[in-house]
């Protein structure tokens, strides 16, 4: 296998908020790394803002030891390090004020690149001051990016204020609504591996799928975030956006073409096809104190808090392709395990002709794993080898991308590494939709309110466990099972 690194045109991207631990521990380290693997052009320039009152100097000092922190491998290569330092730049701006935007038009403007992109790694309260400075000083052009971070907004009302606000200085193909879940590796193969291949399109549908399980696992708690967690939950801050791309993935239509609007488009239609979910269907649930183990309000320094650091639902799409089907969706930190996979849980044979032999329901399954082996593994059933009559067990047909690609020379970038080329390219096929986030609020709203309604307290399960007993009890008392939290 042949690795194919196709460079980027020449660039100037404004990062605002340049200081800033994001910045520090992905997208600067992420830049290196595209310049060491030839994608990105030397002749690039990278424009730190922040509050900070640093220089040049001070600004590449500070590149060089994030990178030596979080690119270690690849700090040791001087030359190239030496070579991204000289790409760099910085000018403090006051965000809300007009100091340092002059100064910043006068430097983007002057030996000006092709492509011209703006990372608003700053909280949304910001992202309207900066794109009306942006377009107000002459810094935007037509043609300009900008990329933004979630959250987008808190609910409906503030995702569409957020996106009236972007929209009023920039189109909409300039808006870059960054999740880093859509750059991983496994989750763009989920899209080839449906619709390049003639095998799986005729069994991914109702008539052969038993169900789909969606998992996100961490083993962190909210340590160093409570205030933004305690106001968000489980559902704001995962559901809403991580899962629910996952799950369109997953569920979607074949687009006409693999063309950003085409993706979006199908991927909208499930949102829209999501039915609302029953209260009995969804399970909440808050970590507690187990051994060394804080809990969830100790974390959050709230003793009263009622938010959720954990959810499981059932959620069902109503269109031809998967009535029926439920789909079940787990998020939850302070688990045993970090592990992010979609499990494509297939529907027994018709009809056994083994019937003395032992077949585990749910045998053939297709899973995709996301973190932290990506890979893709087949479950199937086979004759157990040896003597003594027919035994059937079930194997893995395992293809982990660490195994499988063993020896090839292929660069396996780093999500928000792929996002940004992909920022630079302008292509927006693994970016949200501004319609495709007010869809999502418009589904998960009505669930929130519910629950604030109701004041019902989250099912507390032990830190460093698999989650509240009721997430176990939603499976099964349908005859199902969770895969389990493991690595």
């Given at each position: 296998m042949v690795a194919r690194i196709i460079p980027v045109d020449p660039f100037d991207l404004v990062i605002f908020g340049a200081s800033g631990d994001l910045a520090r521990r992905k997208i600067l380290p992420g830049l290196f790394r595209r310049l060491i693997a030839g994608q990105m052009p030397p002749n690039a320039?990278?424009?730190?803002?922040a509050r900070s009152k640093w220089d040049d100097d001070a600004f590449r000092k500070e590149v060089s030891n994030a990178i030596k922190e979080f690119s270690p491998k690849e700090y040791k290569n001087t030359e190239k390090l030496n070579e991204f330092l000289k790409?760099?730049?910085y000018l403090p701006v006051d965000v809300l004020g007009d100091t340092g935007w002059k100064e910043l038009a006068a430097l983007i403007k002057k030996d000006a690149n092709p492509v011209r992109a703006f990372y608003l790694s700053v909280g949304p309260s910001l992202f309207d001051d900066i794109a009306e400075r942006l377009t107000k000083s002459g810094i935007a052009t037509k043609d300009s990016r900008i990329v933004v971070e979630k959250p987008f907004g808190h609910d409906l009302e503030t995702a569409h204020q957020l996106n009236e606000q972007l929209r009023r200085n920039?189109?909409?193909?300039?808006?870059y609504r960054i999740d880093h879940y859509l750059g991983k590796e496994t989750v763009q193969n989920l899209m080839a591996l449906r619709f390049a291949n003639a095998l799986l399109e005729p069994v991914w549908n109702a008539q052969h799928v038993d169900h789909v399980q969606i998992s996100v696992s961490e083993t962190i708690g909210i340590e160093g975030r409570g205030g933004y967690y305690d106001n968000s939950g489980a559902m704001r801050d995962m559901v809403q956006n991580h899962l629910m791309q996952l799950l369109c993935?997953?569920?979607?239509?074949?687009?006409a073409r693999f063309e950003a609007n085409d993706v979006?488009?199908?991927?909208?239609?499930?949102?829209?096809?999501?039915d609302p979910v029953e209260p009995d269907d969804i399970v909440r649930g808050q970590y507690r104190a187990n051994g060394k183990a804080g809990s969830y309000k100790d974390d959050a320094e709230n003793p009263d808090s009622r938010t959720e650091s954990f959810i499981a639902m059932k959620v069902h799409i109503s269109n031809w392709r998967w009535t029926g089907v439920p789909f079940y969706l787990r998020t939850g930190k302070k688990l045993r395990?970090?592990?992010?996979?979609?499990a494509v849980?297939?529907?027994?044979?018709?009809?056994?002709?083994?019937?003395?032999?032992?077949?585990?329901?749910?045998?053939?399954?297709?899973?995709?794993?996301?973190?932290p082996d990506e890979g893709i593994t087949m479950h199937m059933i086979?004759?157990?080898p040896g003597q003594g009559g027919l035994r059937l067990t079930e194997v893995p047909l395992d293809m982990s991308f660490a195994d499988a690609l063993k020896g090839a020379p292929l660069d396996i970038a780093d999500a928000y590494e792929r996002l940004l080329m992909d920022v630079i390219r302008g292509d927006q096929t693994l970016f949200m939709r501004g319609d495709e986030v007010e869809a999502a609020w418009a589904w998960v709203d009505p669930i929130i309110e519910a629950w604030q309604h109701a004041g019902d307290t989250p099912e507390p399960y032990d830190a460093g466990g698999s989650g509240p007993d009721g997430s176990l009890a939603l499976m099964h008392r349908e005859d199902r099972r969770w895969r389990p939290i493991e690595v």
């Amino acid at each position: 296998m042949v690795a194919r690194i196709i460079p980027v045109d020449p660039f100037d991207l404004v990062i605002f908020g340049a200081s800033g631990d994001l910045a520090r521990r992905k997208i600067l380290p992420g830049l290196f790394r595209r310049l060491i693997a030839g994608q990105m052009p030397p002749n690039a320039r990278i424009i730190g803002s922040a509050r900070s009152k640093w220089d040049d100097d001070a600004f590449r000092k500070e590149v060089s030891n994030a990178i030596k922190e979080f690119s270690p491998k690849e700090y040791k290569n001087t030359e190239k390090l030496n070579e991204f330092l000289k790409t760099l730049h910085y000018l403090p701006v006051d965000v809300l004020g007009d100091t340092g935007w002059k100064e910043l038009a006068a430097l983007i403007k002057k030996d000006a690149n092709p492509v011209r992109a703006f990372y608003l790694s700053v909280g949304p309260s910001l992202f309207d001051d900066i794109a009306e400075r942006l377009t107000k000083s002459g810094i935007a052009t037509k043609d300009s990016r900008i990329v933004v971070e979630k959250p987008f907004g808190h609910d409906l009302e503030t995702a569409h204020q957020l996106n009236e606000q972007l929209r009023r200085n920039f189109k909409e193909h300039q808006i870059y609504r960054i999740d880093h879940y859509l750059g991983k590796e496994t989750v763009q193969n989920l899209m080839a591996l449906r619709f390049a291949n003639a095998l799986l399109e005729p069994v991914w549908n109702a008539q052969h799928v038993d169900h789909v399980q969606i998992s996100v696992s961490e083993t962190i708690g909210i340590e160093g975030r409570g205030g933004y967690y305690d106001n968000s939950g489980a559902m704001r801050d995962m559901v809403q956006n991580h899962l629910m791309q996952l799950l369109c993935l997953t569920a979607m239509e074949p687009p006409a073409r693999f063309e950003a609007n085409d993706v979006r488009d199908e991927k909208l239609k499930v949102i829209r096809s999501l039915d609302p979910v029953e209260p009995d269907d969804i399970v909440r649930g808050q970590y507690r104190a187990n051994g060394k183990a804080g809990s969830y309000k100790d974390d959050a320094e709230n003793p009263d808090s009622r938010t959720e650091s954990f959810i499981a639902m059932k959620v069902h799409i109503s269109n031809w392709r998967w009535t029926g089907v439920p789909f079940y969706l787990r998020t939850g930190k302070k688990l045993r395990a970090r592990m992010s996979e979609i499990a494509v849980i297939f529907k027994d044979p018709p009809h056994s002709i083994f019937p003395n032999a032992e077949i585990r329901h749910g045998g053939n399954s297709l899973v995709i794993r996301l973190q932290p082996d990506e890979g893709i593994t087949m479950h199937m059933i086979i004759k157990e080898p040896g003597q003594g009559g027919l035994r059937l067990t079930e194997v893995p047909l395992d293809m982990s991308f660490a195994d499988a690609l063993k020896g090839a020379p292929l660069d396996i970038a780093d999500a928000y590494e792929r996002l940004l080329m992909d920022v630079i390219r302008g292509d927006q096929t693994l970016f949200m939709r501004g319609d495709e986030v007010e869809a999502a609020w418009a589904w998960v709203d009505p669930i929130i309110e519910a629950w604030q309604h109701a004041g019902d307290t989250p099912e507390p399960y032990d830190a460093g466990g698999s989650g509240p007993d009721g997430s176990l009890a939603l499976m099964h008392r349908e005859d199902r099972r969770w895969r389990p939290i493991e690595v």
